[in-house]
């Protein structure tokens, strides 16, 4: 059984986010963790009557024991958040943004990196109402095992989605390669490597044969907002970490960046699991 587990703060911040795990439960015909955190100590006692009751008031949902639980944990969110999803196994973890840039923000800064450092799980980050299933996936690819992880992850979980491939690239030392033929030379190593990219996805996940993709010469946002044109409430789909057009040399550097800027909910795969 699919196990998705949800973050919320009790506040209607988290609407999105829990309005999103309900469909996707719905989808996957799985079981729901609701997850809180208390900011407590671990050695102080919550009183789980009344959070309960909060609970119910802020999700509309009642715990029953298989198909949706209600779970809460001391400390800090972040490390809550991850030791919880661990804890439970989940197939995918929702979070909504938060506060801009505190200790709650579950998506810029220190608690995302926190999050996708401590869990292998997929961590989906909610910003739009959760009005349909998603019926279009934007995903990057720098050709990294840890990209083709992230796309083969997306279209397990999502089987009815169609999937859309975007790679980023540039000329390098472009001041000092300004002839076109050094731009075609290099546009046609990526149409090479992306088609190679495609046959091996394919060969790994039948219905990718049916993918399309695009090459756009700009940047990692460029490539992505380029995708999105053709369905802006499609859902992006991230590796962790990979390289080139999609180099991370931190969790919170580029994923960071992606997620504050695309106004569109965003699914970051872990690429550990490649």
């Known amino acids: 059984m699919t196990c998705v587990v949800v973050a919320t703060d009790l506040s209607a911040r988290a609407d999105r986010a829990i309005d999103r795990a309900k469909l996707l439960n719905t989808q996957l015909n799985g079981s729901l963790c609701v997850v809180h955190a208390t900011n407590l100590a671990a050695d102080e006692q919550v009183d789980k009557d009344a959070l309960d009751r909060q609970m119910r008031a802020a999700t509309g949902l009642t715990a029953d024991g298989d198909a949706v639980s209600f779970l809460y944990r001391s400390g800090s969110p972040p490390k809550a958040i991850a030791n919880a999803c661990e804890a439970c196994g989940a197939d995918i973890l929702v979070l909504g943004p938060a506060r801009y840039n505190a200790l709650g923000d579950f998506f810029l800064g220190t608690a995302i990196d926190y999050i996708l450092r401590n869990t292998t799980r997929p961590v989906l980050v909610v910003k739009n109402r959760a009005n349909a299933p998603y019926k279009e996936i934007i995903a990057g690819t720098d050709f990294s095992p840890g990209s083709a992880h992230a796309i083969l992850t997306a279209a397990r979980l999502f089987p009815e989605a169609k999937i859309h491939i975007v790679n980023a690239w540039r000329v390098p030392?472009?001041?000092?390669?300004?002839?076109?033929?050094?731009?075609?030379?290099?546009?046609?190593?990526?149409?090479?490597?992306?088609?190679?990219?495609?046959?091996?996805?394919?060969?790994?996940?039948?219905?990718?044969?049916?993918?399309?993709?695009?090459?756009?010469?700009?940047?990692?946002i460029e490539a992505l907002r380029k995708g999105l044109e053709l369905n802006p409430e499609a859902l992006v789909v991230l590796g962790s970490h990979g390289a080139s057009g999609f180099t991370q040399a931190t969790i919170g550097s580029v994923t960071s960046d992606l997620l504050r800027y695309l106004d569109t909910d965003t699914l970051v795969v872990n690429a550990s699991g490649a």
């Open 173 to 220: 030392f472009k001041a000092f390669n300004k002839d076109a033929y050094v731009a075609d030379e290099v546009e046609r190593e990526h149409r090479e490597q992306m088609d190679d990219f495609l046959a091996e996805l394919s060969a790994r996940e039948a219905r990718l044969k049916d993918a399309t993709s695009k090459l756009v010469q700009g940047s990692v």
